[in-house]
């Protein structure tokens, strides 16, 4: 009886580590951002939360600009791009992932974030400083599907 008691807790901490690690992989893949049209990759940081650098930018939108220039700090200023991490810090919460980071390179601010996956191909990023938030809906590059998709038979 007690082995059973110790199998079925087992059990239950394995499935519970496994949705928040799903939760992350939910969100792996590239993204395009409403606003700018950027591309960001959404990976796992490694710990079972999510993590995006940019990896694709319209050179209109950056007007020929590389590196992190906006940057409030000088010293971050001659980072790249391109590869840039702009979403970090994550907690699992029952709506989403909460209480992350979301660096802006257009201004150079960092904002309070949130994600929600709304389907399979559409997020929905908020950034709030202070009590203002505002989000959009960012859109599953083309050719990329969730990783449920690509686990289903």
């Known amino acids: 009886?007690?082995?059973?008691?110790?199998?079925?807790?087992?059990?239950?901490?394995?499935?519970?580590?496994?949705?928040?690690?799903?939760?992350?992989?939910?969100?792996?893949?590239?993204?395009?951002?409403?606003?700018y049209g950027a591309l960001?990759?959404?990976?796992?940081?490694?710990?079972?939360?999510?993590?995006?650098?940019?990896?694709?930018?319209?050179?209109?939108?950056?007007?020929?600009?590389?590196?992190?220039?906006?940057?409030?700090?000088?010293?971050?200023r001659g980072r790249?791009?391109?590869g840039l991490p702009i979403l970090w810090g994550f907690a699992s919460g029952k709506d989403g992932w909460r209480d992350g980071r979301l660096y802006n390179p257009a201004d150079g601010m960092t904002f309070r974030a949130h994600l929600g996956l709304l389907s399979s191909s559409a997020l929905r990023v908020t950034g709030c400083l202070g009590p203002l938030c505002r989000s959009e809906v960012w859109t599953r590059a083309a050719g990329e599907t969730a990783a449920a998709d690509r686990t289903s038979p």
């Open 80 to 82: 790249a791009l391109l």
């Open 1 to 35: 009886m007690q082995q059973r008691l110790l199998l079925a807790l087992a059990l239950g901490l394995l499935a519970a580590k496994g949705s928040l690690a799903g939760g992350a992989s939910d969100l792996a893949g590239h993204w395009r951002t409403d606003r």
């Open 40 to 76: 960001v990759q959404i990976t796992d940081c490694g710990d079972g939360t999510p993590c995006g650098r940019l990896t694709w930018l319209d050179p209109r939108v950056t007007q020929g600009t590389t590196h992190d220039v906006r940057n409030g700090d000088p010293g971050q």
